[in-house]
């Protein structure tokens, strides 16, 4: 089976522009997560979906991140304005219901300038 | 709050050696227990997983035990090659509430011929 897609890998952005990311997790899995990687630390969960559904958004930044899951399938992360802190790699995943193990995809390096 | 404390590295050993990352817990409860590993330029993969106490997971090698009476869940392999240098990441999800993952700051392993 296909993996889970995200795009675009890299990213270069200056601070205080915008930025979105894409990911297109496993056909099936209703539940889709975003984590943010920064560098030498282990991942931490952004926001969690079920279906087209927000179930965990409580380490989401909302005063310049957003992320939305239109049709439960495809799902998009932007950030508005870039802050330098943000410097990261943005980690998409996905599993067929919150408690099956979860796939990750190649993830997006964002590098603020 | 849930954590997961991981031994730091980077760890450098020797093809055909002994390998430990120590990894230990926080949290409410009796999560589910798991080892992520990430090849250079990719995503995470789940190595190995253990839902409860006194559970082994196990996969190519590599091994770790629930142990609820130390809260650990140290990463063993008997016989590291080459091929196994990556991050490795211990990670816990609860039972209840939230299915995010709560990752470990993760430990790089180099292993040379």
């Known amino acids: 089976e296909a993996g889970v897609a995200q795009s675009p890998r890299y990213k270069i952005i200056e601070k205080r522009q915008s930025v979105a990311f894409w990911c297109n997790p496993i056909?099936?899995?209703?539940?889709l997560y975003w984590y943010q990687q920064i560098l030498g630390q282990g991942p931490k969960l952004l926001i969690q979906?079920?279906?087209?559904?927000?179930?965990?958004d409580s380490q989401l930044p909302k005063d310049r991140f957003s992320a939305e899951r239109l049709k439960g399938v495809d799902s998009t992360l932007k950030i508005q304005p870039a802050k330098l802190e943000d410097s990261a790699v943005y980690l998409c995943?996905?599993?067929?219901?919150?408690?099956?193990?979860?796939?990750f995809g190649d993830g997006t390096r964002l590098s603020i300038l | 709050g849930d954590s997961v404390t991981q031994m730091e590295g980077p760890v450098t050993l020797s093809e055909e050696a002994f390998l430990t990352i120590n990894c230990t817990y926080t949290a409410t409860g009796y999560p589910s227990l798991f080892w992520y590993v990430q090849y250079p330029g990719e995503g995470l993969q789940l190595l190995l997983k253990?839902?409860?106490?006194?559970d082994k997971g196990s996969n190519k090698g590599f091994e770790a035990t629930y142990r609820k009476e130390t809260t650990s869940f140290h990463l063993e392999k008997g016989s590291v090659q080459v091929s196994d240098s990556a991050v490795y990441f211990c990670a816990l999800k609860r039972l209840t509430g939230a299915n995010n993952l709560f990752f470990g700051t993760g430990t790089r392993l180099t292993v040379i011929p």
């Open positions: 056909s099936g899995h209703a539940t």
């Open positions: 979906f079920q279906n087209n559904g927000v179930v965990d």
């Open positions: 995943a996905s599993s067929f219901t919150g408690n099956q193990p979860q796939h």
């Open positions: 253990a839902t409860k106490a006194d």
